[in-house]
């Protein structure tokens, strides 16, 4: 339906939306949480590893800072708005309007 | 000095001031230019009449309790009906926000005036019915949601523009920042609604020798459905039955994230009858205060709704579809001095687009040949007057909502309906079936009525009449 209504590039752009970026940053957070404790797990057994490694600690950051941008700011209203001016900037109000 | 009379001049009596008016008239119009020029009569014959017209924002046409909504009160929506003539059968020609309001100012379809999705910016040039008023002689004021993309333009005929542009133009609830005639201004009161019915009494109490016309429009009923703080708990107890054919996921579903409906539906549902008691009471204090003025009697008060909204029938929510929930609108009209037999229910289909010529007819102002609604003066006068016998419904696309573009035609017994990409077609009978459930293209009853509705929509869509 999407593909049917807009054109393939507005379709592409739907991606960028509140709910698909707050879906991509929660599992970029939940990775990350998930590799720390893993990682925490091992050492618990003896392993020689670090428990907070760069990307792991960076996944985690980077993911619950997006889902604090994205959702907690007023429910991601800010976030649409902000994407919906990227539309315009892009196609101004649609292809076929 | 200033009482000094001139005598003679043009044969009769005349102050100082009247003469030097006069002579500054004649010499502007040799000049060439337009002067503003009085209305003929109002309507009823007697002084121009003040206009009020309040629009609220997503506010389904069932939920008054004038019209029987089963839990909801609106003491102050049911005030205006039993003063005046409430039409149950008012739709809007798109149902969206920035199309729909385009609408009620300049009483044309979306696509003549251009806002055809909540992405296309207003133009210029078109002419609102507050410009014409005010080059009638009118005091204008719009106080309140604009939200049409672009610029705030500097809408020509109005004297005083309040409004807002945080959230897209939606504006927020609480303590939302207005733009009072192009200056950012705090809110005054924490609540937008009462914030906006405060401006707006100021503006009916100003001392003037002019008739005054306010558009007040509201941020409320819209998501997300804040009520005041007094009012948060109203409904809790309520028990909320959601239509049979909703499913309790369709927010997951179909791109219906993007509407903002995460949680319960019923939470939802329970705010936006709560916000919409609330914007009653404000209305209801705009009304007494004019009670108080003295000016209730030749002040005309309109109430609608820029659209109406889906809470889970057909499987939606928003609005958009060509369904009744969606493009059937609250809309009621209080005008003493004209309305001889109030409290009346007008059956005659009405739409947004005739708010403009009417407010015209009934100032006495020639309705401009561009606009494509009708004067609804004959109805008010009268319960037998002749209404539409077929409205005509467009959508357009509105990125990024999946709804196909489509129009429709609606009679008084059935609703066709035409999309242009990704569904075939749907035919209602909104008489045995006023909840359009049972899709009728294909079958023997459907095919003895199609062809004329098909005729209907194609003759509406060409600009003509049926």
């Given amino acids: 339906m999407l593909s049917g209504v807009y054109t393939l590039g507005e379709s592409l752009y739907f991606y960028l939306n509140p709910t698909n970026v707050l879906l991509y940053s929660g599992v970029m957070a939940q990775i990350g949480l998930c590799e720390i404790l893993c990682r925490k797990r091992l050492a618990g057994q003896g392993a020689s590893v670090g428990i907070f490694s760069v990307p792991a600690t960076v996944a985690l950051l980077l993911g619950l800072a997006s889902v604090v941008l994205i959702f907690v700011w007023d429910l991601g209203v800010h976030h649409f708005y902000i994407f919906q001016q990227g539309f315009k900037a892009i196609w101004k109000y649609g292809i076929g309007i | ?466």
């Fill in chain 2, 1 to 466: 000095m200033a009482d000094r009379r001139f005598e003679g001049l043009f044969e009769r009596s005349m102050k100082r001031r009247e003469a030097l008016a006069t002579l500054g008239a004649v010499s502007a119009a040799l000049a060439g230019f337009e002067l503003p020029k009085p209305a003929a009569a109002s309507v009823n014959g007697s002084k121009r009449p003040n206009i009020i017209f309040i629009l609220s924002d997503d506010h389904r046409w069932d939920h008054m309790s004038a019209v029987g909504h089963p839990f909801v009160t609106t003491p102050s929506m049911d005030r205006l009906a039993n003063e005046g003539v409430l039409f149950e059968n008012a739709f809007v020609t798109t149902s969206l926000c920035s199309p729909s309001r385009a609408s009620f100012l300049t009483g044309m379809f979306a696509r003549t005036h251009g806002v055809k999705n909540n992405l296309t910016p207003w133009q210029n040039k078109n002419i609102t019915f507050l410009e014409i008023l005010k080059k009638n002689g009118y005091d204008t004021a719009f106080i309140g949601k604009w939200h049409m993309p672009g610029a705030i333009p500097r809408l020509r005929g109005v004297d005083e523009f309040v409004t807002f542009t945080v959230q897209g133009g939606q504006g927020r609830y609480y303590n939302c920042p207005l733009i009072v005639n192009g200056v950012q201004t705090p809110s005054g009161k924490e609540y937008i609604t009462e914030e906006l019915t405060d401006r707006s009494i100021a503006f009916v109490e100003k001392k003037r020798d002019n008739p005054f016309c306010l558009y007040l429009s509201h941020k409320a009923v819209h998501h997300q459905f804040l009520p005041p703080r007094d009012l948060r708990h109203l409904y809790d107890e309520v028990n909320i039955s959601l239509p049979r054919e909703m499913d309790p996921y369709v927010l997951f579903a179909d791109g219906n994230l993007l509407y903002g409906l995460l949680g319960p539906v019923a939470f939802h549902y329970r705010n936006y009858c709560e916000a919409l008691v609330a914007m009653d009471r404000e209305i209801g204090r705009l009304l007494n205060r004019l009670d108080e003025l003295g000016l209730a009697r030749n002040t005309i008060v309109i109430y609608a709704g820029d659209n109406g909204y889906f809470w889970g029938e057909h499987n939606l929510v928003d609005k958009r579809y060509a369904y009744e929930e969606a493009i059937r609108i609250p809309y009621i009209v209080r005008y003493p001095d004209l309305i001889k037999n109030p409290g009346r229910v007008a059956v005659q289909m009405i739409q947004n687009i005739d708010l403009a010529p009417t407010l015209l007819d009934i100032a006495g102002i020639d309705i401009p040949l561009a606009m494509e609604g009708v004067s609804l003066v004959p109805i008010l006068k009268s319960t037998e007057a002749a209404g539409r016998k077929a409205i005509l419904y467009e959508y357009f696309r509105d990125y990024p909502y999946r709804v196909p573009p489509h129009c429709a035609v609606r009679t008084h017994t059935h609703k066709y309906i035409e999309f242009e990409i990704g569904r075939q077609p749907e035919l209602y009978d909104i008489l045995s079936d006023p909840g359009e459930r049972k899709n009728l293209m294909g079958t023997p009853e459907g095919e003895k009525v199609l062809p004329e509705l098909k005729g209907m929509l194609e003759t509406l869509k060409s600009g003509g009449s049926v």
